[in-house]
């Protein structure tokens, strides 16, 4: 058994999916539109494999405000390992150079991860893993 898939209700769609792409190389398949409902996704797939991410976006989907520098219940971040010390740390970099939130320094966790923590457009968390 593996994790197919997780999924985010987004609000600029296009944005996170370049997001995604650009500091992730996530490959977005053809997007998605149901008219009927106003729905529309891309899933993303990342270089390793492994679960995609679906991004969704549809009216009248409630705007849960969250702040990402706050933890909350529920699912809370998106980890995506980049493989190396020297990853996380110049993709950190990169993120906060470009305009990003960096919530985490790059850092040895006690439970044995070398991460840091990144605010993406939308205020998701994302631990860059090694």
Do not use: C
Not at 24 to 38: E, L, M, V
Not at 107 to 114: L, N, P, V
Request: glycine residues 10%; negative net charge.
């Amino acid at each position: 058994m593996h994790i197919e898939h997780l999924a985010m209700w987004v609000r600029d769609l296009e944005t996170m999916r370049t997001f995604y792409e650009n500091y992730f190389g996530a490959t977005a398949n053809d997007k998605y539109i149901n008219p009927r409902k106003g729905f529309s996704s891309y899933f993303l797939t990342f270089p390793d494999g492994g679960a995609r991410l679906e991004l969704m976006k549809m009216p009248g989907i409630l705007d849960q405000a969250t702040d990402g520098l706050i933890q909350y219940m529920g699912l809370t971040h998106i980890a995506l390992s980049v493989g190396s010390k020297e990853a996380v740390d110049a993709l950190t970099e990169r993120l906060r150079l470009d305009g990003y939130t960096v919530a985490g320094e790059p850092r040895q966790t006690g439970d044995g991860y070398y991460e840091s923590v990144v605010l993406d457009p939308e205020n998701n968390r994302i631990e860059i893993t090694a």
